[in-house]
């Protein structure tokens, strides 16, 4: 089940460049804790984000990614803390619950401006936002996918800003979730299961995105999201 898993979170990651990290963790999430199921899920993502490096160094907006990353830095280490000594009682439900919503923004999109340089600081509060829900809850794809499909960067550069963002995201959780003491051997192994069947899916969706190009990929990660979490949501609340 959960190689399947893995499996269908690469697919999604390798055509549209988001939604490996939130797929995968809402699933891990119907079985596991938060403290596994969320470093194993940067792990992953990390490990398959770099066979999409070429590509996205290719087409990618330099200076909005630039702005993201800097307002990732400030919130790695405030999100790994509160990983580390969150309850997963309480966490699990609240994941879901910012999920949820994030796959209701990324379903609505009102048509996109072009970006400006003035605006570019909403680029670092994107960016901030982005890596807390990243190091918290693996949740990073809507706020940023949300900013980026208003921002009116260019189509091309979109996958690839995203697939930076990620790729350096997922690094700096996981160096923040190892400085508070929250990865573990159980960890390892875990991803070692996975990685195949992760890297299999992401290759795939590769594929599939230089065969048919995507059209409004949104609909379907959104959708995905937003049935994920609710399934989340509703065995954390009803103990099912």
């Not at 797929?23 to 891990?28: F, T, Y």
């Not at 918290?136 to 960067?153: E, T």
């Amino acid at each position: 089940m959960f190689a399947v898993m893995a499996c269908v979170a690469g697919l999604v990651r390798g055509y549209s460049g988001f939604g490996f990290a939130i797929i995968l963790a809402l699933g891990l999430l119907l079985y596991l804790p938060p403290t596994l199921a969320i470093p194993v899920t940067l792990m992953l993502d990390l490990l398959c984000s770099i066979s999409l490096l070429p590509s996205a160094l290719r087409q990618f907006d330099r200076p909005v990614t630039t702005c993201l990353v800097g307002g990732m830095l400030l919130a790695v280490l405030p999100g790994a803390w509160l990983l580390s000594w969150v309850s997963g009682a309480w966490l699990t439900p609240l994941i879901a619950l910012l999920c949820l919503f994030g796959g209701v923004a990324v379903l609505w999109q009102p048509a996109p401006q072009r970006i400006k340089p003035s605006r570019r600081p909403v680029a670092v509060l994107a960016g901030l936002v982005s890596g807390l829900a990243t190091s918290l809850a693996s949740a990073g794809g809507p706020p940023l996918m949300l900013y980026l499909v208003r921002s009116g960067v260019l189509p091309q550069q979109m996958r690839g800003t995203a697939i930076l963002f990620f790729l350096a995201s997922s690094a700096c959780a996981l160096l923040g979730l190892w400085a508070f003491g929250v990865l573990q051997s159980e960890h390892g192994r875990l991803v070692g299961q996975l990685l195949v069947p992760a890297l299999l899916g992401n290759l795939l969706g590769q594929w599939a995105h230089r065969r048919w190009p995507p059209g409004s990929v949104r609909v379907l990660v959104g959708g995905l999201l937003v049935l994920l979490s609710a399934l989340t949501l509703w065995r954390s609340v009803v103990g099912g």
